[in-house]
């Protein structure tokens, strides 16, 4: 407000200082006439210098005049110069009348008068046209260019950077705007730090559940492998007087919490990886480790069916984290035998590829495949397609899997081919 305020005031203030100005030069526009006692001297010396010799021309250029030989009041010089109010007498050198002499100074006088309006305006315009871009340039420092950082700086907090601190401009109109939208930046700020702690906190929190819950579920899974080996020693000495109908059946119970357990141990697992991924606590140490390790991962698989290794991997050394490749065997071959229920078939070949030489790891199967529409997301985290609705897990696997060998040089490609296909690509150095 007080920068309109200031506006109107200076408004006012130029425009009566214009009027004064026009009143001012109004006042000096008076017309005074003609000194009649001049243009009389003139003529007595023209008449003095005519007698004395000197030519008509000679006099007109002199006393800027034009002589008229003539004695007829309808000339039509004189006719002309009457229609524009010159002065015209008599010229009567030695008292002999021989014409007249005409000074035509009005029409001078009111180009003079003219020209001086003209100037008078061109300096009004040219004083108002500097205030004119001074008052602008004024508008634009304190109205305009703050409304317009106040609109990028709004920007910038929709894209989420609220590191961006707004200059307080002031005696501007948007002085209070700014205040406020700063005040609201810095609680912002303040919001989004604590909900991240808030997050970091809950997902702590999930990383120590499940890694507590490893430890009962692994006490049952032992638990269970333990009684299911009792049982059947007690049943092959015949110690148990059981039927082989219900030592079958107890023998199957075992098998399926030891199976449970086993499910739960691995999805408590992944969510135990992707939250600690989250808080960027898993290390991957990519280290120079011979090929062979990699066919022993897979002969040791005995859960997940028949593997079948196709041929022998090429014998180098590769870029990976053995911890880290154990738990990628795992998980692909793992969802392999969980969705297809097939045998799986591993394959090896060097390759070519824009960062170098890489080996090459694929793992098929003959199951039904991933449907192309969910072909792309299933690296996303937690993502699960339809045909996971009926299984165990949380969408975590594929995404550990894809990060775990991005981390290490390599890369993971997957597709369906008859069944669905996996390749995992290792770097050799």
């Known amino acids: 407000m007080k920068s309109i305020r200031r506006i109107i005031i200076v408004y006012i203030l130029l425009m009566g200082a214009a009027l004064t100005a026009l009143f001012v030069v109004r006042g000096r526009m008076e ?14 010396s023209m ?9 008509m021309e000679s006099l007109e250029e002199k006393y800027d005049c034009q002589i008229i030989l003539s004695k007829g009041l309808t000339d039509t010089k004189l006719a002309k110069l009457y229609g524009k109010n010159a002065l015209v007498v008599d010229f009567t050198p030695g008292g002999e009348y021989i014409g ?21 305006c061109l300096i009004f315009w040219g004083v108002f046209f500097a205030i004119g871009i001074l008052l602008i340039l004024w508008m634009y420092l304190r109205m305009v260019r703050p409304v317009k950082e106040l609109g990028d700086y709004a920007t910038e907090i929709a894209r989420g950077n609220l590191d961006v601190p707004l200059p307080i401009r002031k005696n501007t109109l948007s002085e209070g705007f700014t205040e406020s939208f700063d005040l609201m930046r810095e609680e912002l700020s303040a919001s989004r730090e604590r909900e991240a702690q808030a997050e970091k906190a809950k997902k702590e929190l999930v990383a120590d559940l499940s890694h507590d819950i490893k430890t009962p579920v692994a006490t049952i899974q032992a638990t269970c492998e333990v009684m299911e080996m009792k049982l059947r020693k007690k ?80 014998r180098c050394l590769v870029y990976m984290d053995r ?87 390599g890369g993971l490609e997957y597709y369906n081919d008859g069944g669905f296909v996996v390749e995992l690509l290792l770097r050799k150095p």
């Open 47 to 55: 008449q003095e210098e005519y007698l004395a010799g000197a030519s």
């Open 323 to 409: 911890l880290r490749m154990e738990q990628v065997i795992d998980n692909v071959v793992g969802n392999s035998h969980k969705y297809a229920g097939t045998d799986i078939h591993v394959s090896f070949e060097e390759v070519q590829g824009p960062g170098g030489t890489f080996i090459r790891i694929r793992v098929s199967d003959s199951g039904p495949g991933v449907d192309e529409e969910e072909l792309p997301l299933i690296t996303e985290k937690y993502y699960r397609g339809k045909a996971a609705q009926e299984k165990n897990g949380y969408g975590i696997g594929m995404h550990l899997v894809k990060s775990y060998m991005e981390k290490q040089g």
């Open 235 to 314: 049943s092959q000495t015949g110690d148990v007087t059981l039927t082989p109908e219900e030592l079958r059946d107890m023998t199957d119970k075992l098998e399926s919490i030891s199976t449970k357990t086993a499910t739960i141990d691995q999805i408590m697992e992944n969510v135990f990886h992707a939250t600690m991924e989250d808080l960027e606590q898993i290390k991957v140490n990519p280290t120079e480790e011979s090929t062979e390790l990699i066919e022993t991962y897979f002969r040791n698989l005995k859960n997940y069916g028949r593997v079948i290794l196709d041929n022998s991997i090429p």
């Open 100 to 120: 007249k002499v005409a000074w035509d100074d009005s029409v001078q006088d009111y180009e003079k008068d003219r020209e001086r309006f003209f100037m008078t």
């Open 31 to 44: 017309y005074t006439g003609r000194d009649l006692a001049l243009y009389n001297d003139r003529l007595l």
